[in-house]
């Protein structure tokens, strides 16, 4: 049996528990919602562990947000040498956050359930190729 690699499933942003199901609904950036799935599709895992539990992708979207506002800036000041304008460092740094919102939407929910909930296990036996029956494992949750 090939075991799905961590860092794969978190890239592509798979479940925690068997690293097959999607987490999101469709890709990262189109138009329209950026809904996360209610239950994995191919284990049942409920991905909201609790009401409210995705709040605390809030504090992980913010420092992905510092760190990248951080590494814009001074790509800006690397590039351009320019110490005069704060509009220049503004509109680079806010029309750059923009663009990778849905990047920290995504990936700060995928760290928070990865990272940071401790209950939240890889199960190797649900890593396989047909999707699980939902009730023979729901003593999982
Ligand atoms: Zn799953």
Not at 32 to 39: C, F, H, M, W
Request: proline share 6%; net charge positive; with cysteine.
């Amino acid at each position: 049996m090939v075991r799905t690699s961590r860092s794969w499933a978190m890239l592509h942003a798979k479940c925690p528990r068997c690293r097959r199901g999607n987490m999101f609904e469709g890709a990262t950036y189109r138009f329209g919602s950026n809904k996360i799935n209610l239950n994995c599709p191919h284990c049942q895992m409920i991905f909201e562990i609790e009401p409210g539990y995705f709040y605390a992708a809030m504090y992980i979207s913010y420092a992905m947000n510092v760190a990248e506002g951080g590494i814009l800036w001074a790509a800006t000041f690397l590039i351009t040498q320019n110490n005069d304008s704060p509009w220049l460092y503004l509109s680079t740094i806010l029309g750059g956050l923009f663009l990778l919102a849905p990047l920290n939407f995504r990936y700060s929910r995928v760290i928070l359930l990865y990272w940071l909930s401790p209950k939240v296990h890889y199960h190797p036996e649900l890593d396989i190729e047909m999707p699980v029956d939902g009730n023979k494992f729901k003593w999982f949750q």
